[in-house]
Nanobody, 123 residues
């Protein structure tokens, strides 16, 4: 199984980025997909997750209204559109896959992880 995250970079506060995560080696349409992030010196935290069909999404309070998670099962890809970025959003962002159909915010539930992509937001 491979999860390849991309789309990170350096952006000014208030700007936008779109992360992508391309999956292979798993039945993508039968996995919950999620994004987590980890800032230096901090624990990994849940950002957003999406159910198999995309009909159900879940967000952490600190990104509600600013980030949007979506998926394209035909392309085996999950996206994270990040708008109104803040310096505190700076972190390495990881995509993850869970064979269950419940969107959990607990990272231990997730079976597969991507390598991470750095997002840096300057003030």
């Amino acid at each position: 199984v491979q999860l390849q995250a991309s789309g990170g970079g350096l952006v000014q506060a208030g700007g936008s980025l779109r992360l992508s995560c391309a999956a292979s080696g798993l039945t993508f349409s039968r996995h919950v997909m999620a994004w987590f992030r980890q800032a230096p010196g901090k624990e990994r935290e849940f950002v957003a997750g999406i159910s198999w069909s995309g009909s159900s999404t879940r967000y952490s309070d600190f990104v509600k209204g600013r980030f949007t998670i979506s998926r394209d099962n035909a392309k085996n890809t999950v996206y994270l559109q990040m708008d109104s970025l803040k310096p505190e959003d700076t972190a390495v962002y990881y995509c993850a896959a869970d064979a269950d159909n419940y969107v959990s915010s607990n990272h231990v539930r997730y079976d597969y992880w991507g390598q991470g992509t750095q997002v840096t937001v300057s003030s």
